[in-house]
Structures are given as structure tokens and as C-alpha cells.
């Protein structure tokens, strides 16, 4: 699953003070250095596109207002009537 990498990135490992070098690297130790290794060789991903304000509403450009309707309500229904004369 992991790969090695050259000789070359193990010499120029940043280690911590307390770290010693070691010839086969970690998993966690080339997570580290993954960032330095990614700046040498970049990346697949595009540039991230520009971010800024959208151009919005053309200025002079008429405006309608949005066209009201009538509320629907629920009618009103009698309760049934209980006839008495049931057999």
C-alpha cells in the first residue's frame, strides 16, 4: 500500500529534535513530509478559480415585482347531522 520513496527524500527527512534517522521510513513519518514532497513534484489538481463578488442586477435594467396570489383557504364544512330516526 505504501509506497517507498527514493533514497533522496530520507536525507532531506525534517526530523524533530527527538527523532533519530531511520532508513525505512513510517507511514507516519512520510504523512510529515508529504506537504515538501507534494511542493517538489505538484499536484494533479487545477489552480482554485478567482472568488469575488458576482456582477448581480444590470443597473438600469427595469424590475417587475413578483406577481401576487390570492391566499387559498380551506372551506368551511357543517358537521353531519345524527339522524334520530334510526331502527
Known sequence: MYQR???TFSQRERLAPRQKP???LSPGRVANCFATVLTRIGTPATTPKPRGKSPGWTPGR???QRTRYPVVKKGFTKPNKVS????
Do not use: E, F
Open 5 to 7: 520513496l527514493p533514497p
Open 22 to 24: 531511520a532508513q525505512n
Open 84 to 87: 334520530k330516526n334510526t331502527n
Open 62 to 64: 427595469p424590475r417587475q
